[in-house]
């Protein structure tokens, strides 16, 4: 793949401007030697003068023998360091190359990636470096050479490329004379070395502060005569040079310091004491300025801003006609859980129930549920046998559980899915998550956490025997966000519908300008209680899952919204007169699990009539208690909440809601996935019998 490069590197022949050159303890890894060696001359001797003793070699650069053949015309036409930018598949490197000092023995060729800050290094000696310039590019003589690779630094052209091949990479350059226009390509094998300060400063900054020294002390190149040529700089801009290259020299030496292991862990550990007391510090503060604030203010924190900020479900006062309530999360019992996760739950299938009933192979889990009630133990499997049925019953697991219906149901999918092990959940946060999640339900009548449960294993129904997940190829981020969807899809309901919350004035109808008050509630509470490091089932994700996750969470959250039934209803049906696949575009996909869930959450209708019977009495319950509360508000009472015409309006209020809601809804969905076209039997059932009454 060929990467486009653009110039930063100084001109060829004399520096000009900022250049600097090679780190002081000697980037290209070359022992200092006594003799200066130039094309075509013997050895001369090096000024007596000397600043510092011959730094050490480094052991994994390729050493160079004095007597050894030096690169033709090197000194001459590309004595200082080389630097251009390039660019590759949208991502951005920094490219240098320099001969090593002292005396311009071996060269090096760098390359930098600028965000993942990845160096990759080819490092020879002169006599190595002749042999590859023969045997790739012998027709160019070695003054053309240079200047060819002096000018793959100065254009702005596509002079350099990456190849990639699993593992190796290569740097090829491709070298243009002005004579011969022909390419030239230079292909060199480069090594990924250690990504840190220290290699950065080695190969890109090192090379030409040791240049800038070494010509300034008249070292590395023949003397320049006064008066011949231009002095190299003024007096003033060299003195500001000089002061930066102290301050270089000074970092540098910090920097190498760190090459001891202790030095670098003794800098890591003061780093992390420093962020924690800051933290510490820092958590006080904002402790101390809320209390001014409060005393500021005469009054405490308005309920919603302090809803979460310890963690977990807490209370909130919808309404003056609400239910007072104080969640009490009772948290989870292990046994249960233990029982969950002991394979039993992956393995079982409607056909295949037996593994539920095997006792635990785990002696630990043994011992767990050896301390659960042998009755109850029973009785719970024998309703996990049932949950990939269409008459799973939530009010006896309920029953069992002691009111945490929700927690094991929502477990025992995740398990069921293997969703808990593909994203290595933590299952104390999950459980905590789930606990909270469950005490944040109301003890209404119908929206409760027995209502979340049954849509949540009504949503599992459609996505599983129903067909969904097949036919649409569903992600595991796909059933994570509906399985979770469907939990927390009535979070914190207090028992009083949108409708009501605007028409007395709500503080929630403000807040969310009238538009699905409840489900932004809902939907915001979670994930504002997912803030807390403690509920936060997703930390351990990647960005991108998260998003993918939260966002159909909320669209299919939402969507529950009985006041954009109609447009969401149509737009499935426009959908249905198109192509039939419905697994590859993200938009189909999010648009079958919508209908899943809202298919869920009026499934009762469609329920055997045993069950309708005991959730239609409850929502009669439920509105009727709203429309006690809009007598007491003095709004009018809203239709089918009037206990006072109970027997004349409610079967005609379910017969409408059977013909005009559930049955359309339910049919469109089995002519897409017909293994749900049952439920249509079940609606005309549980129809008949109100009009037998």
Not at 290 to 305: A, E
Request: glycine share 6%; aromatic share 10%.
């Amino acid at each position: 793949m060929g990467c486009g490069a653009s110039s930063d590197s100084p001109s060829k022949g004399e520096a000009k401007g900022t250049t600097y050159n090679v780190n002081v303890d000697n980037p290209g890894g070359q022992q200092e030697e006594k003799t200066k060696p130039t094309a075509g001359k013997a050895p001369e001797e090096e000024p007596a003068k000397s600043k510092s003793p011959a730094p050490t070699p480094d052991p994994a650069t390729p050493t160079q023998d004095a007597n050894e053949a030096v690169l033709p015309f090197r000194e001459k036409n590309v004595p200082m360091p080389l630097l251009a930018e390039m660019q590759c598949d949208g991502k951005k490197y920094l490219l240098s190359h320099y001969a090593h000092q002292p005396g311009l023995h071996g060269v090096t060729f760098a390359l930098r990636e600028t965000d993942t800050e990845t160096i990759y290094t080819y490092i020879t000696t002169d006599k190595d470096f002749i042999n590859i310039k023969e045997e790739q590019v012998s027709a160019l003589s070695w003054n053309v050479f240079w200047r060819a690779l002096g000018g793959t630094f100065t254009k702005n052209d596509d002079s350099f490329a990456l190849i990639i091949e699993g593992d190796k990479v290569d740097l090829e350059l491709t070298l243009r004379t002005n004579k011969d226009p022909k390419p030239h390509p230079l292909r060199l094998p480069m090594t990924k070395t250690a990504s840190n300060p220290i290699d950065t400063y080695t190969h890109f900054i090192g090379p030409f502060i040791q240049y800038y020294t070494k010509r300034k002390d008249g070292k590395g190149q023949e003397e320049v005569k006064e008066g011949k040529k231009e002095k190299f700089m003024k007096e003033e801009a060299a003195e500001k040079i000089e002061w930066k290259l102290n301050e270089h020299e000074s970092k540098w030496q910090y920097l190498a310091s760190l090459k001891d292991t202790t030095g670098r862990e003794k800098l890591r550990e003061d780093a992390r004491q420093s962020r924690d007391e800051y933290s510490s510090v820092q958590g006080r503060l904002d402790k101390v300025a809320k209390q001014i604030n409060q005393l500021k203010n005469g009054k405490g924190m308005h309920p919603l801003d302090g809803l979460y900020s310890v963690g977990g479900a807490r209370s909130f006062q919808h309404t003056e006609y609400s239910i007072p309530y104080v969640p009490k999360d009772k948290g989870p019992e292990l046994g249960w859980l233990r029982l969950l996760e002991d394979g039993r739950i992956e393995e079982a299938t409607e056909e295949n129930t037996a593994c539920l009933s095997r006792p635990p192979t785990d002696p630990e889990v043994e011992e767990l549920v050896n301390a659960l009630p042998d009755d109850k133990v029973w009785q719970f499997i024998e309703c996990c046998e049932k949950i990939d049925t269409w008459n799973y019953d939530c009010f006896q697991v309920d029953q069992i559980t002691e009111g945490r219906t929700l927690l094991y149901t929502v477990w025992a999918l995740l398990q069921k899915y293997g969703l808990t092990k593909h994203y290595k959940l933590d299952r104390t946060i999950l459980a905590d998550f789930l606990s909270a999640v469950q005490a944040g339900y109301l003890p209404n009548q119908y929206h409760n956490s027995m209502h979340a449960a049954d849509v949540v294993q009504i949503t599992h129904f459609c996505l599983g025997p129903g067909g969904m997940r097949e036919r649409c190829n569903l992600s595991n981020e796909d059933c994570f966000a509906a399985i979770m969807a469907a939990a927390i899809h009535d979070y914190n309901h207090p028992g009083l519908n949108n409708n009501f919350h605007t028409k007395v004035g709500a503080y929630l109808g403000t807040l969310y300008n009238d538009r699905s008050i409840l489900e932004n509630h809902h939907c915001s509470c979670v994930f504002e209680m997912m803030n807390h490091q403690k509920y936060d089932i997703l930390q351990f994700m990647t960005d991108e899952q998260k998003k993918e996750i939260r966002d159909t969470m909320t669209e299919m959250l939402l969507a529950t919204d009985m006041g954009n039934h109609a447009k969401i209803f149509s737009a499935f049906r426009r959908r249905m007169q198109d192509r039939p696949d419905w697994g590859k575009k993200k938009d189909d996909v999010r648009l079958v699990l919508i209908m899943a869930i809202k298919l869920a959450d009026i499934s009762n209708c469609s329920r055997p009539t045993e069950l309708y019977l005991k959730w239609a009495n409850r929502i009669a319950e439920e509105f009727y208690l709203q429309g006690d509360a809009e007598v007491k508000s003095g709004v009018p009472i809203s239709p089918f909440m009037d206990r006072r015409k109970h027997d004349t309006d409610f079967h005609k209020g379910q017969v409408s809601f059977i013909n005009y809601i559930v049955y359309p809804l339910f049919d469109a969905v089995g002519e897409v996935f017909p293994k749900l076209k049952f439920t249509l039997q079940l609606c005309n059932a549980n129809r008949d019998h109100w009009k037998n009454q």
